[in-house]
């Protein structure tokens, strides 16, 4: 099934590593004009200026700015059709005994995961709305459906209220032509942060973790932008409120 994207516009957020940016190549490779955005300007810039996207330096919690940065996509292309809210993660943090979180914290990872995709749906339903067509697609994870691996009680928390948002602006959009589906990644060395998880494993649990995946192997930021490509695309029209788990068959 081929899934074009020609004359189509597309927002990826979270486009300064990993898969961010698999998922902005991979719309941008199929026809897509794609801006990216992230709050992390060098990374983000050199991107942008490898693969000739447009950038937009963007803190996804302030909703100001994520308004901002939905006018001037609209501006510059006419349209905005594609959204993808890849902004979020762990912020930094590992996990820790839940008497130890601070409320900056918990606070932090809800801004980043929840708040900026909550400000950006925002933001585009009007012009998705007007066009009579749009596709919203939220990057959740694993910790959205079961306890996370990070041990991170806040992530864990704030993925499964980016779910529940998820078949929210499903219920409140779908009938204007625009889509809210999620993609649920399992374990991807994708950053830093994911880098710094596999290391703390150990040999012997990598290897657990491995064999409890019935592909018996890691997935890649590809596997993500794969599935995030159905949902972004004309072929899902019919497709909405939904969670799609791309796990190797862990789930």
Known sequence: MQLAFDGR????????????????????ASGARVHVADRDAGSLRSFADAHALPAHVLDVSDRRAAHATVAGVCAAAGRLDVLVNAAGGVCGQVGRPIEEVAEDDWHVIFRANVDGAFWLAQAAARPMRDAGYGRIVNIASGAGLRPSLTGIQAYTSAKHALVGLTKQLSHDLARYGITANAVAPGFVRSNPSTERQWESYGAAGQQ????????RRLGTAADIANAVLFFASERSGWVSGQVLSVDGGRS
Do not use: D, F, K, S
């Not at 657990?208 to 592909?215: F, M, V």
């Open 208 to 215: 657990r973790l491995i064999e409890g995946i019935h592909t």
């Open 9 to 28: 516009t597309a927002l990826v957020t979270g486009a300064a590593q990993g898969i961010g940016q698999a998922i902005a190549l991979a719309l941008a």
